[in-house]
């Protein structure tokens, strides 16, 4: 096998071509079995096979630089890069994480998870070089849905200006996670349909250098255009068109399934039940309430920015939606921007991301939708310790960023019918810009009365009254706080239960109550500690006499962490949760 014989990019250099072609199959071979076994972002991989070989024939890593964008693209460039064993070998398949590091190799640069920066960074690669009077060349790999992203048109227009020795790859497979939305992408259909030779090209208009590769997928034709602008002393475009899930024919015939793929049976291209999504989930809940909620009032609208299945909307329920669902691509700014202009018209509109990915919206949710006070509804999903496992996707952040900000009202139900009600109450009210937690620790029903209106903000609620101890449980840890309320009842303390419901304020009439019987406080959250909300709990009882706990998550987050431990390492279970109160007791 020529794959397990590649150390360093040094190695591919020597390959005759009928050797880098069985290179790359042996490569698609490798990137479906590992990913059969361990699920990954298969689709994108496999389309970047012959571009990532080409790059490491042509150029020299680590001296001149390359820069993925999104780094889930980079799997074929670990294996070129003396990290095959973690694909070749079972006993190594954990031995990387799905994007680049530098703590794995020094032909990686930025620990990348997000999207649309490569340009932007490749500048300031560029920059740099040109300072220094060193010669390397520098290389931004885009696609698979990055360049709709704003900053990737902010590091285009700079790039254009700057003139000076950068390669960008242009990775055209038609596909983000989804399809693609917007006007860029019919333009660079236009591009395909006419070769690279229709009269408008907005890379040509830039003042770039532009070429035009009809199949990426040819390792021949990429090493050929690579030598071509090889030491260029300009900003060049290569725009190449590939094909997402090349040599997997279940990839190529349903690529947003396979952009990111649970572990599968290779022969039938059947994901295995076990490790796959539970019929009863929180997206699916949500798609269906929405869609019966369009169906009832033409004003509702459900905005995404290119994570539709994040609440369920596949490509059937898209359909049925119809004008009142909109994928906006990977534009969560705009997408955040649009939604409060369409509340502030009257609207009533829903926007859902993942918790990783609306903070690149940070500044839209404060200056334009919070200030405004327009009554948008964000949707938050991934938002815990038991979603994405990794230090650039984590869920743990988005109660620290979006507890704080003015007029904001988010919301942490802890059960199904709570999350509903939730959502039904933001949709219809006309007050205050909501956000909502979803619960990621399964799908819980209520055996209490579930409130419907949700407007006495920051009213917490009393579940279980008791005395000494006072046990806040956020959203999806309730339940966990349920377990530690039993936990102390065998050792004789009846504590008192609180779902808080609301994230971004203090109810004061409660908590003052606490005083008059409790001697400890704790709040239990799925969510970093610094600056989430049992720091505001705390912070309230700071010249009290009353001891606060609070148990959550410290910001050592790692790279890539398995949930369970995460959790055990930070004592978050009942066991655990239950003698540290008794301990402050």
Not at 3 to 32: F, G, Y
Request: overall charge negative; hydrophobic content about 40%.
């Amino acid at each position: 096998m020529i794959l397990e014989k590649i150390q360093s990019p040094d190695d591919v250099k020597v390959l005759s071509n009928s050797e880098l072609h069985i290179l790359a199959q042996e490569m698609r071979t490798t990137l479906i079995e590992k990913t059969s076994i361990c699920g990954g972002h298969l689709g994108s991989n496999l389309g970047l096979v012959e571009i990532t070989i080409a790059l490491h024939y042509v150029f020299n890593s680590p001296f001149d630089k390359m820069v993925f964008d999104v780094s889930h693209q980079t799997y074929c460039h670990k294996m070129l890069t003396g990290r095959q064993l973690a694909f070749t070998d079972k006993e190594h398949y954990d031995d990387v994480i799905g994007f680049s590091n530098p703590e794995e190799s020094k032909h990686d640069w930025f620990n990348m998870g997000h999207t649309s920066t490569s340009i932007s960074l490749a500048c300031g690669f560029a920059k740099a070089r040109d300072l220094i009077g060193s010669s390397e060349n520098v290389i931004a790999v885009i696609g698979d849905g990055s360049l709709g992203g704003g900053q990737a048109f902010e590091g285009l227009n700079y790039a254009a200006e700057q003139n000076s020795g950068l390669i960008i790859i242009v990775n055209d497979n038609d596909m983000s996670i989804a399809e693609n939305h917007g006007g860029l992408y019919t333009h660079l259909k236009s591009l395909r349909d006419s070769k690279g030779k229709a009269e408008n090209n907005i890379f040509i208009a830039l003042g770039m250098d532009y070429y035009y590769i009809e199949d990426g997928n040819n390792l021949y034709f990429m090493i050929d255009i690579l030598k071509k602008v090889k030491g260029t002393k300009k900003t060049v475009v290569i725009h190449v068109w590939t094909k997402k899930g090349k040599g997997y024919t279940p990839a190529e015939e349903n690529k947003e399934d396979w952009h990111w793929s649970r572990p599968f049976n290779i022969e039938t291209g059947v994901f295995k039940g076990s490790d796959g999504i539970p019929i009863e989930n929180y997206g699916a809940i949500a798609c269906s309430y929405l869609i019966d909620k369009m169906k009832q009032d033409p004003k509702v609208v459900v905005v995404t920015a290119a994570t539709p299945i994040c609440i369920g909307f596949n490509e059937k329920n898209r359909i049925v939606a119809g004008k009142q669902f909109v994928d906006v691509g990977i534009m969560e700014q705009h997408a955040v921007s649009m939604v409060t202009a369409i509340a502030r018209a009257g609207g009533k509109p829903v926007f859902a991301t993942n918790s990783t990915f609306i903070q690149r919206a940070y500044d839209q949710i404060e200056h334009e939708l919070c200030i405004t006070k327009c009554p948008a509804t964000l949707i938050v999903t991934h938002a815990s310790v038991s979603a994405h496992n990794n230090i650039t996707h984590s869920g743990l952040l988005d109660i620290a960023m979006l507890s704080n900000i003015p007029n904001l009202v988010y919301l942490a139900p802890t059960n199904k019918q709570e999350y509903l009600n939730m959502l039904d109450w933001s949709i219809e009210q006309n007050q205050y810009p909501v956000a909502i937690r979803v619960p990621w620790n399964g799908v819980y029903y209520s055996n209490r009365e579930v409130s419907t209106n949700f407007s006495d903000i920051n009213h917490y609620e009393v579940v279980r009254d008791g005395s000494k101890v006072a046990i806040l449980a956020l959203g999806g840890f309730y339940q966990l706080g349920e377990a530690v309320a039993e936990k102390l009842k065998e050792s004789g303390v009846n504590a008192t239960l609180i779902n808080p419901r609301y994230i971004t304020g203090v109810d004061k009439n409660t908590l003052e109550s606490l005083e008059r019987n409790h001697s400890v406080v704790a709040t239990i959250e799925d969510g970093v500690l610094i600056g989430g909300f049992g720091a505001k709990i705390a912070q309230f009882f700071a010249n009290k006499d009353v001891k606060v706990k609070n148990f959550g998550f410290s910001q050592g987050i790692p790279i890539c962490f398995d949930s369970k431990e995460m959790i055990e390492t930070n004592r978050l279970t009942s066991e655990e949760i239950s003698a540290d109160i008794i301990e402050l007791l």
